[in-house]
């Protein structure tokens, strides 16, 4: 290094004036010779230092490699950019579809008595892993696919592996556990429940799990141990270990022999044991070969042994077949197991199993049991008499339904129109292409919704006899009513952070309101809403109707209904009870300290300024925070009593008619942006005029 240091300050000079005569040249292979032997020597000595001198240099030099890649780049899947739309769309729909699915099971086993068996424990803990292995990598593969911020950074690069190692390996355990349930079903029928015991299987469960954290812990410790040079390009829609591994400038013999030796104890040991297991099935079965015995095992076994084969053949086609130099394959292969798979194991296991089948039948036939036939046609009769429930409207005289109707329709147009102007404002003004204004566009699209899922039913009713609501559509509007009614509390949610951290950390908006960020949030409220309606609307299904169905109401209230129904509804008013504090007291609790946050950052400087400035920047959305909170709190919070519903009716037309239309007024009236905007749209009709 000396050598080469000398060199360059001598004779730099002329290197740089280029000078090619015969002196410079002899110059320059004296010196080059002289530096190869100084090289050589230095490494030599080296050799002969204490290596911990070494390791702390290579320590050193691994803090310096490491602080460099703060962030890798995730180039996502292999598709064009006018196919992305498409694939968005699709992506979404699977992974919601995996979402609810397994969600479903999980409530199927819960709800019904015959379902708590061990077969069916295992079963919800493999839903359960499921939804946890997709939501692992899906919703950031959606959000690098609608933004072109593709960066992950390091904790979350390194989080996103942990995780996904852990669900892997507990998927793998519990389908191994569920085939040594399964073998001892048929092997030993006799003493099944005396081996397949309560204390067993949450054992085997727990040993699942902390095996897998165990191994997935091993793996995120040695690759954090890793230091990463230049390269931070990941070919791939998540962080793979293998891809990571490869990137290294580090020595990662360790992490593939861990690799190794823990892909034989996870993957290959439970398969091994698998295949154990239906081994020793199929011999036990070809013992007393009977066609009754045969159709028996393949109804026992043949959902597990259709998802053991979907988890282990993706898996399988892709760490044991090499793919060369292209990544498609090994993409294609990775979207199977983790998006596909953990879609197709509810329909599997519901299509394919009579106990689901019959679970999900009675959850929604609105009975518990299928014991006899003549439950069977009670529980006919009881539908037929309820097949359809009658709303009784507005608590108006008749000679007030031409005026009421008039008013009523005014104030839906206005809504509609009202909020459809917003959302053309903000797409059409570039100045509006704030994280502000995107969650007002998506608050103003909810309104229209929310609106249109009661006020047509209800105009229709007011100008027509025809008060009747079928089972479906009642069913449908609560769904509707619900999923939209919590997506508003989490977007004014969204909008009063968006707020806290305009005015408490101005100089890092841009930075903390990232447009990822803004996608994660409204995705968030979308799929915590649809989750908590369905689950809301599943728990209604399965109530029975007997007698009355005339509901003193202009919509299907979920609370009314439950006063009509016969069955037992303490799950019901439980479950509104837990998630009530969910989707409505812990967001306005959020934004009641968002709020009080802002209040504390203006009181410490205490300015006419100041204070002005604030309230033009947050009293547009805490003036529709006070409408929506306001009128659920006098309704939900301060009911009426049994023999009065009119104010029910009164306030519930309040937030599912004025609310949303006082909206539009609100943020254009008080929002200097939205009439700005407003104007430029309107000078440009006159211009063109």
């Not at 942990?162 to 355990?173: E, K, P």
């Amino acid at each position: 290094m000396f050598a080469e240091y000398m060199f360059t300050s001598i004779f730099g000079t002329v290197t740089d004036e280029r000078d090619d005569s015969e002196k410079a040249k002899w110059l320059r292979k004296k010196y080059m010779g002289v530096w190869r032997r100084e090289s050589s020597l230095m490494s030599r000595m080296m050799s002969r230092f204490p290596s911990t001198v070494v390791s702390k240099n290579k320590k050193s030099m691994r803090r310096e490699n490491q602080s460099s890649v703060s962030e890798f780049l995730l180039l996502g899947l292999p598709i064009r950019p006018e196919q992305r739309g498409v694939v968005f769309a699709l992506s979404l729909g699977v992974y919601l579809t995996t979402v609810l699915g397994n969600l479903l099971i999980i409530l199927l086993i819960r709800l019904d008595s015959r379902l708590h068996t061990p077969m069916y424990f295992l079963l919800s803990h493999l839903a359960l892993t499921d939804v946890s292995f997709s939501s692992v990598i899906v919703p950031k593969m959606l959000m690098n696919m609608q933004t072109q911020h593709l960066s992950i950074s390091y904790p979350g690069c390194i989080s996103q592996i942990y995780f996904y190692l852990f669900f892997g390996c507990v998927d793998s355990l519990l389908l191994a556990v569920m085939a040594y349930d399964r073998y001892v079903a048929i092997c030993h029928a006799l003493h099944y429940t005396t081996i397949m015991r309560e204390g067993l299987c949450v054992l085997l469960v727990a040993g699942s799990w902390i095996l897998s954290c165990g191994s997935a812990l091993l793996h995120t410790l040695l690759l954090a141990q890793v230091s990463f040079c230049a390269d931070n390009i990941i070919p791939h829609f998540f962080c793979s270990l293998p891809i990571l591994i490869k990137l290294s400038c580090s020595d990662t013999s360790l992490n593939e022999l861990v690799i190794f030796t823990t892909g034989a104890a996870v993957v290959m040991f439970p398969f091994s044991g698998i295949l154990v297991s239906y081994g020793c099935i199929v011999v036990s079965t070809l013992r007393v070969p009977t066609v009754k015995r045969i159709f028996k095992a393949l109804s026992t076994c043949g959902s597990h042994l259709s998802v053991v084969c979907l988890f282990y053949g993706t898996v399988v086609a892709l760490y044991f077949s090499s793919s060369g130099d292209s990544n498609d394959k090994d993409m294609i292969a990775s979207l199977m197991y983790t998006v596909v798979t953990p879609l197709l194991n509810p329909f599997i296991y519901s299509l394919r199993n009579r106990d689901m089948k019959l679970a999900l039948g009675i959850l929604f036939r609105n009975n518990k049991l299928f014991a006899s036939r003549q439950e069977r046609s009670m529980r006919r009769e009881n539908q037929s008499s309820v097949s359809e429930f009658l709303l009784l409207g507005l608590p108006i005289r008749p000679e007030q339904r031409g005026m009421v109707f008039a008013l009523s329709l005014g104030v839906y147009l206005t809504t509609v129109l009202g909020n459809l102007l917003i959302i053309l404002l903000i797409r059409l003004d570039s100045r509006l292409h704030t994280p502000m204004y995107f969650f007002l566009s998506h608050l103003a699209l909810t309104d229209v919704s929310f609106s249109s899922v009661t006020a047509p039913k209800m105009l229709v009713n007011t100008q027509t006899q025809n008060h009747s609501i079928s089972y479906a559509g009642c069913i449908s509007q609560v769904y509707f009513f619900l999923m939209l009614g919590c997506l508003d509390s989490f977007l004014l949610t969204s909008m009063a952070y968006d707020r806290y951290v305009a005015i408490c950390h101005p100089l890092h908006y841009m930075t903390i309101m990232s447009q990822s960020l803004c996608f994660l949030l409204v995705i968030v409220s979308w799929v915590l809403s649809s989750a908590s309606a369905i689950l809301h609307t599943l728990l209604l299904a399965r109530l029975s109707f007997c007698g009355d169905n005339a509901l003193p109401h202009f919509f299907c209230d979920l609370s009314t209904l439950l006063k009509l129904s016969s069955s037992d509804t303490t799950v019901n008013e439980l479950f509104i009870l837990t998630v009530g504090v969910l989707v409505i007291t812990l967001p306005l609790l959020c934004i009641l300290v968002s709020y009080g946050r802002i209040g504390a950052t203006i009181l410490r400087v205490p300015s006419t300024k100041g204070i002005c400035k604030a309230l033009s920047t947050c009293g547009s959305h805490l003036s529709v925070v006070s409408l929506y909170y306001g009128t659920i709190i006098g309704l939900y919070f301060f009911p009426s009593d049994d023999s009065s519903n009119d104010k029910d009716v009164i306030v519930a037309l309040l937030y599912t008619l004025v609310t949303p239309m006082l909206n539009p007024f609100i943020y254009s009236l008080r929002n200097r942006d939205m009439k700005g905007a407003l104007g430029n749209i309107l000078g440009r009709r006159s211009f063109s005029y």
